[in-house]
């Protein structure tokens, strides 16, 4: 397929380094992001009047009844607490507050290209890369397995870059190529080979071939 050669091109060779693939670890992120359309409850120890649950709207802002309007999406829930708390400290004296997730995005991974049934798909338990695609339906004959790509959001707008020999592994069992998943991590089977691309890219240049949430 020439569209993924042209991803390739646009996104991937970029630079005119080479990135060795053996070093290349991704950085983990083991806080949950708040998200758009989560459901978070608020408990104020001292003024429980005050206590309510709000749902993150599709702006990623909050309405609460002691600061008004707080953007939470993309923000811990400990840097949630701490921003609530800050801002209702112009209301209240030494304000302790409690946050919970009540309802929350579902861990998942996306997996697109050369595979059976592209898609998205939950986390319900640790996964590795080459699982999640053989939960796609495995790797087509024209998929380039020894290059597989991971994209591992780093902010709203970029992701890091790693690549797997998914094909040794097929061969030999060898899982010290494979790669553990987090939530929200994009895994493209290519058809095509390179050997030069940026190590961090823009997910703008990804909307394309993945619903970037």
Not at 38 to 67: H, K, M, S
Not at 92 to 106: A, G, M
Not at 177 to 196: A, E, W
């Amino acid at each position: 397929m020439k569209s993924f050669s042209r991803l390739f091109i646009l996104v991937l060779s970029l630079t005119s380094l080479a990135w060795s693939q053996s070093s290349a670890t991704l950085k983990t992120r083991p806080m949950y992001d708040i998200h758009l359309g989560d459901v978070i409850q608020v408990v104020y120890r001292y003024t429980p009047e005050y206590n309510e649950q709000v749902t993150v709207q599709p702006d990623g802002y909050v309405y609460l009844q002691t600061c008004g309007q707080v953007k939470l999406a993309g923000l811990t829930v400990e840097q949630a607490r701490h921003t609530i708390t800050e801002k209702a400290s112009s209301r209240l004296k030494d304000p302790e507050i409690n946050l919970t997730l009540k309802e929350f995005q579902k861990p998942y991974v996306v997996v697109s290209g050369q595979v059976a049934k592209p898609g998205r798909y939950e986390l319900r338990e640790e996964t590795t890369a080459l699982q999640a695609v053989l939960e796609a339906g495995g790797m087509d004959k024209d998929a380039r397995s020894s290059q597989v790509l991971v994209f591992r959001k780093i902010n709203n707008d970029e992701a890091e870059v790693k690549v797997l020999d998914l094909h040794s592994i097929n061969s030999t069992k060898d899982l010290e190529h494979d790669t553990v998943l987090q939530s929200g991590d994009m895994l493209l089977v290519p058809r095509s080979r390179f050997s030069k691309f940026e190590r961090v890219v823009k997910l703008s240049n990804l909307g394309a071939y993945f619903p970037i949430p």
